[in-house]
């Protein structure tokens, strides 16, 4: 009789406790969430310290109120992989436009946390560095092409093959869906470009002792260089807008 009354007393004390701790996370998941208290469940949160046995300890209360807690934690990582997405293009935004860092930090200060508040925030801050970038777009395809000819003179580009990549010389008078897709070119050019470059300068460091291999190295570097231009160019060259 002892060891059944200690069984059931355990089996009490562990069920009030697992009630405790899921209603404790329920409720500090809608503090995170932002939830109004009209969508919130006044019973819980007057139970959940003092009293959490009166939320029910049979195994169907407690998997009610499981679930309503998973429902909450899909919620908040939903937020979050939002929230993750659109800092991420907020900061670079930051940074192409090289938005002051006092700015940045008082953001993020006013806008913290999970609640569909930060998240309206992020959403009205991003539109409004997208209309900032479009206002300057033209800086953005100036910068891009100062880059790539940087790196055309690095590579020994000639100048028939440079003349032959469209997006360089497109005029500023494209609209801004034309210019965005310039940029587009430019970078990823950019990018390529600049990878063959620090490729070439370790395969030169590396074989400094063979001039032949070093002259077979570079030529070989700039006829890749030479097909990476022409490549970029195709889709310019089937465009009709330039």
Sequence with gaps: MDAEFTRVYDEYNNRVSAVKQTAEQIVMLWAELGTPQAQTDDRIIRCYRETP???????DDMKRLSLRRDKLLDEKRNREKKLNNLKAQVDALWERLSIDESERRAFLARSRGCGLKTINDFEDELSR???LKRQN????????R???QRLWDELYI????AVEFTPMFCGESAAALQLEWV???LQMSTAMLFYLHMKQRLNVSNLSKNNAHQHCSSSTNTARSSEIVKTLQQPA???RDY
Excluded: W
Excluded at 53 to 59: A, C, M, R, T
Excluded at 158 to 161: A, I, K, L, Q
């Design 183 to 185: 940029l587009t070119i």
């Design 237 to 239: 060259r089937t465009r």
């Design 146 to 148: 100062g880059r790539l």
């Design 137 to 144: 777009l033209h800086l953005f395809v100036e910068d891009a």
């Design 129 to 131: 560095l997208n209309e």
């Design 53 to 59: 046995e009166q939320l029910g300890l049979h195994q």
């Design 158 to 161: 000639s100048e028939e093959e």
